[in-house]
């Protein structure tokens, strides 16, 4: 069973950065994928950004150029560094993991408030 601690949601400018954070408990973390999905007031969750076993990433369009979605395996640690945030980018964010050979993603953090003010 893994556990997935978000951290690192604020209160932000329009134009302005944040960094999240995912900690994981698992040992065996860098045998996982990873992701980063959001969750809008009234929307349906979406799909972020995602980061692989060999570090292969992929962002929905939206925030291309903007986040960037990486992992230190070291740490048992993935990140999200957002540029340039739009008021539209306010969400709950969550990170989420799943296993080698798995398509849905299994383990789901608490999720961390990102509120984009304009």
């Known amino acids: 069973q893994v556990q997935l601690v978000e951290s690192g949601g604020g209160l932000v400018q329009a134009g302005g950065s944040l960094r999240l954070s995912c900690a994981a408990s698992?040992?065996?973390?860098?045998?996982?994928?990873l992701a980063w999905f959001r969750q809008a007031p009234g929307k349906e969750r979406e799909f972020v950004a995602a980061?692989?076993?060999?570090?292969?990433?992929s962002y929905t369009d939206s925030v291309k150029g903007r986040f960037t979605i990486s992992r230190d395996n070291a740490k048992n640690t993935m990140y999200l560094q957002m540029n340039s945030l739009k008021p539209e980018d306010t969400a709950v964010y969550y990170c989420?993991?799943?296993?080698?050979?798995?398509?849905?993603?299994?383990?789901w953090g608490q999720g961390t408030q990102v509120t984009v003010s304009s």
């Open positions: 989420a993991a799943r296993s080698r050979f798995v398509i849905q993603y299994q383990y």
């Open positions: 980061v692989s076993r060999t570090s292969v990433t």
């Open positions: 698992e040992r065996t973390f860098s045998s996982y994928s």
